[in-house]
């Protein structure tokens, strides 16, 4: 059977998944049958799945991007700080 762009039929049987999922009575996959606390349960599995794939810094990785971090921020106080000592200056010398 030839399919066409976006079809969603399967190639075996040439019907649509959702009526073939029907057919075999499953209502929403792992979610269909458990109830609130199957869910969480599922949910911090997930979780703690996703948190294995991560790639945590190394020690000196993390204080370099510490360190970079804080002097950006102390950089942007003391910019924020003269333009603001400037504008207070601007407005009194317009309004005395």
């Known amino acids: 059977m030839t399919a066409a762009p976006g079809s ?3 190639p ?5 998944e959702d009526e073939v999922a029907a057919q075999k009575g499953r209502r929403g996959g792992k ?7 199957g869910r969480l349960a599922l949910f911090y599995r997930q ?3 996703e948190l294995r ?5 190394t020690r000196s990785q993390l ?3 510490t360190t970079v971090v804080i002097v950006f921020v102390v950089i ?3 910019l924020v700080t003269v333009i603001d000592w400037g504008f207070s200056e601007a407005v009194k010398y ?3």
């Open 76 to 78: 942007m106080i003391g």
């Open 63 to 65: 204080t370099t991007y």
């Open 53 to 57: 794939k991560v790639v945590w810094p």
């Open 12 to 16: 075996e049987s040439g019907r649509p």
């Open 31 to 37: 979610r269909g049958k458990k109830g609130p606390l």
């Open 8 to 10: 969603t039929a399967t």
């Open 47 to 49: 979780i703690v799945a």
């Open 94 to 96: 317009v309004f005395g």
